[in-house]
């Protein structure tokens, strides 16, 4: 087996286990959530086929849901992120991506970071809207989307920084 497909593999079980048994159980002032199974969809390689990494990142969001009794609202979420990828790596990396000479970690953090925001902020925005599902709720859509995902962001780089692949 390909050691990429291993370590996609391994990503996606330990992000699943770590969202269902820990992550879930925090609600940090009420109503901030992390959500760091995103990492698994920022962190698939970049030049996988569109389609795998819809099918992907649904798997990952329905797996969650099953354990969360959610109702379908993480994997819409991460449906609607996996979409707009393309999107955003080339807003956020634009020449580099369009030609596939990207590589993730020698691109400036501020490229970075900026997929990031936008990914994760998209799939927050996308799963509190859901959650609540009436536009009445806005500003508490958006509060939710706001320190959630400035939560999962903090979360989302940190694990980036530590479990980064060192070049020998």
Known sequence: MNKLVLSNITRFILLILLQVTILSNINFLGFINPYLYVLFILLLPLNLDH????IYSFLIGIIIDVFQDSGGIN???SLVAAYLRP??????FGVSYEFQTIKFYQTPFAQRLTYILLIVFIHHFVLFSFA????TYILEILENTLFSGIFTVLLVVISMILFRKRRR
């Not at 389609?51 to 819809?54: F, L, M, P």
């Not at 609540?132 to 536009?135: D, E, I, K, Q």
């Open 51 to 54: 389609w795998k990494v819809i």
């Open 75 to 77: 994997a819409a979420a």
């Open 87 to 92: 999107n955003v790596l080339k807003f956020a």
């Open 132 to 135: 609540y599902f009436n536009f």
